[in-house]
């Protein structure tokens, strides 16, 4: 078996050629209609909003910055363009039940027209009705009518004195009413006269007055039914003048919304409320106590006739997008607000809000789904009144039967709405597992990838994105040379050189920082310099740890050996995620071998640092050494596998591969060459697998190397299979094409043994009696000589033999 060869610089990063644009500058290249290498999710997205049924909601996921939203916002814009207008809804007074606001869908642009035809009609009143009532024909009405029951209650009581006078009794008036007294000679006794009239005329005239009195209580009685058969006459002389004055006013409505028949019901309520409450169109005294007034200065009492205009669809035609970026329960169902007035709280109608699904009722909403969930209530909230298909305002506290208040209770609007979630993986896929409801309402998926090819074509249309980017935020256009140069760390961040990260946000951020760079030089173009000088920035900025920690390994606090040969010890390659930075430093990783039972203990595992991939990975090591080396004999090894200086939990199996060569030398006591460091994980069959990070862990290993001195001897052995996702930086790539510094593509456990020892792995199976040369079969040779000896140490003495005999 050949040992690898050091990768060429070409095989290190995949560069874009600039020439191959035929672009000046990004000035010249049009906008891009639509999101790159998402056809996937695009076809999703058509589906799922030209799907008419219900259920048939989006839930959109994907990285953030992949350009999502603007992909939707593309796709509606396109569809709802020239789509007749939803209908306007607005909540009016219900005069029956007034706590019941009923709710009236009109043409679209209709309901701010009912509320100023309402509005006009009130102050028309205002002005009309006082009128009415002070006019001479109601006055000359009210003064017969008040004449013919004064004549008939002066005739009642003329002649019920009269038949008073006849029995010489007379009717008094008094100020408490009517009294008889009798008479003497027209003149009224005095009580001392009447005291001293004989028994029996005080007996008939106390007679006469105990029949006149019942006459006069049922004259009382009649006068009462008089006067209130007046009052109900001069009520129906108000309506009629009322009616006179409001009815035509009215009737001109009816006819202008005669095709809404709800609003001819409703106008027919206040017309019918105006004439028996004509009295509220009375002016009150300015500034009376205890007037409650609109914000246009209009009283409480005449409030009932005005109109809530909860959603105006009065622009352009099109269906409505609307995206809620607080959806909480109340700005997605919408709520009654309340005034305070004189110590309390009060509300009506006209302090209905409305949420963000009554403005989206007939188009689109879009949310972000973890803010949803996040706000209490507001899921549970979202999914009943998609399910009831209707939009019902209530508070969490009614929602939840905290309080039994009387409060509105407006009537549901229905609800056709179609909703857009967007969100991570993580969130459909726990949606998906614990809300049965959310499979029944979101049964569309369009994911978003996190890469897209890079081919011939993908270069240009990512041109066009930059390009985009760059007209949209006022950015200096970009050269050629800086469209590659980005186009390199898209790439670089999908850790692929055949992808392009679709994290449009790390672009325009790039491209802003790089705009930073080119005014501050004076430039009217971004160059590659400065689109370099930003993702070196970038990298700078987040880089302490990383400086504290490669000092540490310079100044020794840290133990890493770069230079030598050591047996049992290794350079293996740790990963660091700094919010959104990841940096890799060496680790030191020791073993040891000695006979034993045949266990791999990995002291990491041992003492709970370390996690459950990573323990995984120690278990694969080891049995593929029982499997290899020790097929037909006891496996009678006892090995430590440790991380050294680490104190903190280790995830992974990434150093599978440096930990197995570390205890093979520890086998065949052969030293590790320290200026190699190693990455990958390994499988039971001894193949090498693909690793994250590749890059970060070379550029890692690099900085250490150049900061102590490259010889020549330094490099990186990483997986065959992560050949293609090395997109390592410039001064990287030029160490290596210098000679200076190596990466080694490694397919094999043998391959890696082979170049971290400078020994041929040989046979694992030698033949017996044969001088053991490889690496391999010094393992085996070790290995065969602790299986012998736990044989030697589990068969009895000769004494024992002959006690037992």
Known sequence: MSIPSALPAAKLARRCDP??????????LPDIERAIGQERAARAIDFGIGM??????????????????????????????????PSDWVYVNNFAQPHRPIAIALPPGRGSALREDLRQLVEELRATIPTVFEGEEYAAKVEQIDAEFNERHEHSFSELGAEAAEQKVALLRTPTGFSFAPLKNSEVYTPQ???????????????????????????????????????????????????LAVGHLVDELRQRYAEVEAVVKYLDSVQQDLIENADDFRKPAEGAPGTMRLESGQEAGLRRY????????????GLPIVFEDNPT?????GRVDHIAHMGTLVTDFNLIKPGALHRANGGYLLLDVLKVLTQPFAWEGLKRALQRGEIRIESWAEYLSLVSTVSLEP??????????????????????????????????????????????????????ILATVARRDRLIPLDREAVACAIDQASRLAGDTRKISSDLDSAAELLHEADHWARAAGRERITGEDVRKAIDSQRKRSDRLRERLQEAIVRGTILIDTAGAKVGQINALSVYQVGNMAFAQPTRITATARFGEGRVIDIQREVELGGAIHSKGVLILSSYLASRFSGKQAFALSASLVFEQTYGQVEGDSASLAELCALLSALAEVPIRQTLAVTGSVNQLGEVQAIGAVNEKIE???????????????????????????????????????????VYPVRTVDEAISLLTGIPAGDAQPLEGMAPLGVNERVAARLRDFSRLRRAMAEPSPRRRRAEK
Not at 22 to 28: C, G, K, L, P
């Open 700 to 742: 890692g290993y690099f900085d250490l190397c150049e900061a102590r001195g490259l010889s020549g001897e330094h490099g990186v052995l990483i997986p065959e299979a992560n050949v293609e996702h090395l997109m390592l930086r410039q001064d990287v790539v030029a160490a290596a094409e210098a000679g200076r510094f190596h």
């Open 329 to 333: 329960f109340q700005n997605l169902v």
């Open 52 to 85: 008419a049924r219900e259920g048939y909601n989006v839930f959109v996921m994907g990285p953030a910055g992949s350009g999502r939203h603007t992909l939707v916002r593309k796709v509606l814009a396109e569809r709802v363009a020239g789509i007749p207008r």
């Open 193 to 243: 006269e009447f005291a001293e009239l004989p028994k029996e005329e005080q007996h008939r005239i106390e007679a006469v007055i105990a029949q006149l009195q019942t006459k006069l209580e049922k004259l009382v009685r009649e006068v009462m039914r008089w006067r209130k058969e007046r009052h109900e006459r001069i009520r129906q002389l108000n309506r009629e003048m009322v009616f």
């Open 411 to 464: 009537e549901p609007i229905p609800l056709e709405v179609k909703v857009v979630l967007f969100g991570e993986r993580l969130h459909y896929y726990l949606l998906q597992l614990y809300d049965p409801d959310f499979r029944k309402l979101f049964r569309v998926a369009a994911d978003f990838d996190e890469v897209i090819e890079r081919d011939e074509g993908s270069g240009g249309l990512f041109a066009r």
């Open 19 to 28: 020439e191959q644009f035929s672009f000046e500058t990004t000035a010249e």
């Open 306 to 317: 005005a109109v809530n205009v909860l959603v105006d669809h009065s622009g352009p035609d």
